[in-house]
């Protein structure tokens, strides 16, 4: 089912193919478009497929966008990955997620802020810190 499918992607360190992610995404925002309230996602969109789809969605919905990018050291992410503990999140499969990362989402990057507010966060500092910066910015 959906939930295998996901499951071995994710340990494996691959994305979820943009067909599935999208309709699940769409799906769920049907469930609760109508409440009008501010929506937090994190990792979503993850490609320019998704990233058109999702633009289309919330320009139809009346909805403002604003991207935020965590910029971080791969091998600081790798490291703080790691520290989560996960038994299937190894070394390996945490290279091949950062391959996917420069393969499909990094280029969604420029293409985000051709139409969308993105604002780039160091997230270097302490998970404090970079919550205080965030906060700081949004204001």
Not at 15 to 20: E, W
Not at 60 to 75: S, Y
């Amino acid at each position: 089912g959906i939930g295998d499918y996901v499951k071995d992607r994710m340990e494996s360190g691959l994305l979820i193919n943009d067909n599935m992610t999208v309709h699940l995404f769409e799906a769920f925002l049907c469930a609760v478009n109508d409440e009008k309230k501010h929506m937090l996602l994190d990792g979503y969109p993850r490609t320019i497929y998704q990233l058109e789809r999702f633009l289309e969605t919330e320009k139809n919905n009346n909805r403002e966008v604003i991207g935020i990018f965590f910029k971080l050291d791969n091998e600081e992410a790798i490291q703080r990955m790691l520290l989560r503990g996960r038994a299937w999140e190894t070394r390996e499969v945490l290279e091949v997620r950062i391959q996917e990362y420069y393969a499909k989402t990094q280029p969604l990057l420029d293409a985000f802020a051709q139409y969308a507010t993105l604002i780039t966060v160091d997230a270097t500092p302490s998970i404090q810190e970079v919550y205080v910066n965030v906060l700081d910015i949004l204001a």
